[in-house]
């Protein structure tokens, strides 16, 4: 992945507002004009990343004003869509011809071939956003539906869109060990996440191609079995009825992943079980407990398959997590 930085803070506080607005102006993308007043404390920071033709972003900034108008959607047209999503502070976007507000776990896109006026504030420090820009092109969706969204608020805190928001925030908050060829992959899950977001809002699921939700799919039945490990119940039978599909096509979904779907919820249990173990602050609960909050409530089934993926008993992995002794288990 490839990231990037810009910070107000290495800049002459007199000078921040009049640098931000030079540089929002002449960028070749999609240039902007940064209005309103010029308050003393201005600044700026924004961090991307660069996953393929997806763009992930944070931003934090004083209350400001920005514009697109018909002039600099003439002098560049990136032809691509940013959805927002507030996480401090107040925006109000006129699009459309028409106004919405947002605020905190709000989501809302923004067109860039269309002139649009964001107005930015917080009165209790800099606005707060992140957020993702992806070409139309990877949209699966009819452009008549997705022009319909510009401006529209979409929920940021559940279903599809907490999904959405979730991933985007770790994005730009704990990149994480990631390796170089991983950002057009990342980039597809996002764009795919995205479409499905937009095809729920517009009850249009059914414009999704194939691929992509199926793709969508996977992310929100993996997303529902993290959430879920604790419940030994969770079965193939109770993950499709969450998801109002058959068993078999469940099936299906995990052998085109390459694995069963029974075989992708024990390996996420044993991961859950083993950052457990070596916790630590957990040293004092015994292993039964931990393994009973993990989904596997018989300590003799759980140590068999620990043993069976890790070829130590859990006894002894805790012992040389906690002790620095030991050689650490593969992967199940």
């Known amino acids: 992945m490839i990231a990037s930085e810009f910070d107000t803070g290495t800049i002459d506080a007199a000078d921040r507002h009049e640098f931000c607005r030079e540089l929002l102006y002449t960028v070749p993308a999609a240039p902007m004009e940064l209005t309103g007043r010029e308050p003393a404390d201005f600044g700026m920071f924004q961090r991307d990343l660069h996953l393929g033709e997806v763009r992930v972003w944070n931003m934090a900034l004083r209350p400001a004003v920005l514009r697109r108008t018909e002039a600099l959607i003439d002098r560049a047209d990136p032809g691509t869509y940013n959805l927002c999503l507030v996480q401090q502070g107040r925006m109000v976007n006129v699009q459309n011809a028409a106004e919405a507000a947002y605020g905190p776990g709000d989501l809302h896109a923004i067109d860039t071939s269309r002139p649009f006026e964001l107005t930015a504030w917080n009165d209790a420090g800099p606005v707060v956003c992140t957020g993702v820009e992806l070409p139309r092109h990877l949209l699966p969706?009819?452009?008549?539906?997705?022009?319909?969204?510009?401006?529209?608020?979409?929920?940021?805190?559940?279903?599809?869109?907490?999904?959405?928001?979730?991933?985007?925030?770790?994005?730009?908050?704990?990149?994480?060990?990631?390796?170089?060829?991983?950002g057009p992959r990342l980039g597809t899950a996002v764009a795919d996440l995205v479409a499905a977001l937009f095809a729920q809002a517009l009850e249009a699921e059914e414009a999704l191609e194939p691929e992509s939700r199926r793709r969508s799919l996977v992310l929100e039945v993996r997303d529902f079995v993290r959430r879920n490990l604790h419940d030994p119940d969770l079965s193939p039978g109770t993950i499709a009825a969450a998801h109002h599909i058959s068993v078999g096509y469940l099936h299906r979904l995990f052998q085109e992943e390459g694995r069963t779907v029974a075989a992708w919820v024990r390996e996420r249990r044993l991961e859950r079980v083993r950052g457990l173990l070596a916790d630590p602050a957990l040293a004092s609960v015994p292993i039964h407990r931990i393994a009973a909050r993990c989904g596997f409530p018989q300590p003799e089934v759980f140590s068999r398959t620990f043993r069976r993926a890790y070829g130590q008993a859990p006894r002894d992995y805790r012992h040389g997590a906690l002790h620095g002794a030991g050689t650490a288990p593969g992967r199940p």
């Open 141 to 182: 969706l009819p452009r008549a539906h997705t022009d319909r969204l510009a401006g529209r608020r979409l929920a940021g805190r559940e279903g599809i869109g907490g999904l959405l928001t979730g991933m985007l925030t770790g994005l730009t908050e704990e990149p994480g060990p990631y390796r170089g060829g991983d």
